[in-house]
């Protein structure tokens, strides 16, 4: 293994394997002395074998290392590993449960008595990219990250993405607020991950209820879903829909939610999220089968028969039936899963006689090998997934093999990036102002402004680097009008430097929004507009705006934001207000906004064509 990129190895081992004419026979017997020592403890003494790789063979590679052994944190590594990255997993010895599997998967499993400084230094987190903290315990997680990020705040060197897994929803919010505070240093940026909440987004973006509610030959469309089972996923799932789930006239999107305790869950969210519920229509279900196969389906009478007593199945419930346009299933075990997933499928067909019209979602969370016996191919090279796919509409989003990603947990994806392009319209409309004035003493900055954005918005991008792009159009315009180095300008008004400026709750609302832009572009198709100018947009506003407003408004109230006055002149209590109390002005309805806050949603929809750019280059 030593051998494998000789470029990279010390000189006189180069000296070694490529002598030259005045190589001696004595330097020959002291080299082959030297390199049996050196591959000798190289294969004996992990710490070495690790430091060795690190600082000559593998340097050139992106390193990533991943503190804990977890399913999240195993299942992240091996997608991690698949994509030919350099992957170190840390964990306690008491840990070591799938030391063969991984090590198979070439990852480097360091394993100790305890994870402190001196470990961390020699498994590289000096040279790391990303570091993932993935037990599955939140105050280990908390504890392990704080000791990272002090380190890292002594040490310096490359920049860290630290991802903290915390599952506690209200601990994880409380993070993000205070997240400056939780050593998110120039040396580390930090974010706190949950595998709830991203399954349930990552079911949200791919199988969208805006994507099935908005079917025009749904002739009896009421914009309904059906949401089976109540757990963590699901929970978040809700959430989703009461921030994403946005349509024109204030028309919510109903759901019903079909569980055991269905009405006691309903309020136990609404304990828990208060004044979220009043963004969508929800209508508790009570389950009384949760195969669904027992039901006498004779008549499309309200009662049905199972196998041991009568029930009732809610009135409303089954008038509703023909007009759902999406189902999701959750749940804690794999089979219980599937065999809820068949038995909808078959209820729906009872009810309204088509077999695939409405997609059926389920949530798969892996806790058996079900999951991957449902994957393995057969003959023909099919395997169950696809089968219910293709013949049943059914879907399944697998917990851990589908989450756990590199591409989900530490790549620049195609909401980082579109996020980051928003982020740096408004820093173009609100910030850059005053930070002309405090930095370079500028004054009267309108003019250059409005001429950046209006740029900026008819911007035409290349393949690649969509962001990159525009940043470097904004700087040479900048440099032009302040007279100032390029690096000068870079270091206030670069992209990444505007991002690493906002609060980690900015940067979820900006990712929020670019999550947001397939829905928008669906609703502006549904209402005619063809092309997405200023001149359209302001012509739709009164449809158009609410719709943002109400999305930013749910997700303020999911972060813990109510309604209050704003001092006008104090600056500092505003601040205080806003960033640690959560009281905001504009949590109220849109009619209510003055004009200059009215502006900022209608600001969303027309920058919509500049995303739609930078998302086709990406």
Request: proline residues 3%; hydrophobic residues 40%; contains cysteine.
């Amino acid at each position: 293994m030593i051998f494998l990129e000789i470029d990279l190895l010390p000189q006189w081992l180069d000296d070694f394997l490529h002598p030259t004419s005045d190589f001696t026979h004595g330097h020959f017997i002291m080299d082959v002395v030297i390199v049996s020592l050196i591959v000798l403890l190289y294969y004996i003494f992990p710490w070495i074998r690790l430091f060795f790789e690190d600082h000559f063979i593998y340097k050139k590679r992106e390193k990533i290392i991943v503190v804990g052994q977890s399913r999240m944190a195993r299942n992240f590594a091996k997608d991690v590993a698949k994509r030919g990255k350099k992957i170190v997993l840390i964990s306690t010895k008491e840990q070591n449960n799938f030391a063969d599997e991984l090590k198979f998967k070439g990852i480097k499993l360091v394993l100790a008595k305890e994870v402190n400084e001196k470990k961390l230094r020699l498994c590289g987190i000096n040279h790391a990219s990303s570091c993932f903290v993935a037990s599955d315990d939140d105050e280990y997680n908390m504890s392990m990250a704080n000791i990272i990020g002090l380190y890292k705040k002594k040490k310096g060197g490359k920049k860290l993405k630290l991802i903290v897994g915390v599952k506690n929803s209200q601990t994880r919010n409380l993070l993000i607020d205070q997240i400056n505070s939780f050593n998110s240093t120039p040396y580390v940026s930090v974010r706190f991950y949950d595998i709830n909440q991203s399954v349930a987004r990552l079911i949200y973006d791919n199988y969208s209820p805006n994507r099935y509610v908005d079917d025009s030959t749904n002739k009896n469309n009421s914009k309904a879903i059906c949401i089976v089972g109540y757990n963590e996923a699901s929970e978040n799932f809700l959430i989703e829909n009461c921030i994403l789930s946005q349509f024109p006239n204030n028309k919510k999107i109903k759901i019903f939610l079909v569980c055991k305790g269905a009405q006691q869950n309903i309020e136990f969210f609404m304990q828990k999220f208060p004044g979220l519920i009043d963004f969508i229509s929800i209508y508790p279900v009570e389950l009384h089968s949760s195969s669904f196969s027992t039901l006498d389906n004779s008549s499309f009478s309200t009662k049905y028969v199972s196998l041991s007593s009568k029930f009732e199945w809610d009135k409303k419930f089954i008038e509703n039936i023909p007009s759902i346009d999406a189902t999701y299933i959750f749940g804690n075990e794999d089979a219980l899963i599937v065999s809820k997933a068949l038995g909808f499928r078959q209820f729906l067909y009872s009810h309204t006689k088509n077999i695939r019209r409405v997609p059926i979602v389920a949530n798969l969370p892996e806790n058996t090998s079900i999951s991957n016996l449902l994957a393995q191919e057969g003959s023909k090279g099919e395997n169950l997934y696809k089968k219910y796919q293709e013949d049943l509409h059914i879907y399944f989003v697998r917990t851990f093999f589908d989450t756990c990603t590199y591409q989900n947990i530490i790549d620049d994806n195609e909401v980082e990036a579109l996020a980051k392009v928003i982020n740096y319209h408004n820093s173009i409309k609100h910030e850059f102002n005053n930070l002309l004035k405090t930095n370079f003493k500028k004054n009267d900055n309108q003019k250059i402004l409005t001429f950046i954005e209006q740029k900026l918005l008819a911007f035409k991008i290349k393949k690649q680097d969509p962001y990159q792009q525009i940043e470097a159009m904004v700087v040479h315009e900048l440099q032009g009008y302040t007279k100032n180095s390029l690096f000068r300008i870079k270091q206030i008004f670069g992209i990444e430097e505007r991002w690493d400026a906002v609060s980690e709750r900015g940067k979820e609302s900006n990712r929020y929004v670019a999550r947001h832009l397939p829905s928008k572009i669906l609703i502006l198709e549904k209402i005619g507009v063809k092309e997405i100018n200023k001149e359209n947009i302001e012509f739709h506003l009164s449809k158009l705006a609410p719709i943002e407003h109400n999305r930013w408004s749910a997700e303020k109230i999911m972060a813990g934001f109510n309604y209050g006055e704003l001092p006008l002149h104090d600056k500092k209590i505003k601040s205080i207000l806003k960033n640690t109390l959560k009281i905001h002005d504009q949590l109220k309805r849109y009619d209510l906004l003055d004009e200059k806050n009215k502006d900022k949603d209608m600001d969303i929809f027309l920058i919509i064509p500049l995303l739609v750019k930078v998302k086709n280059n990406l």
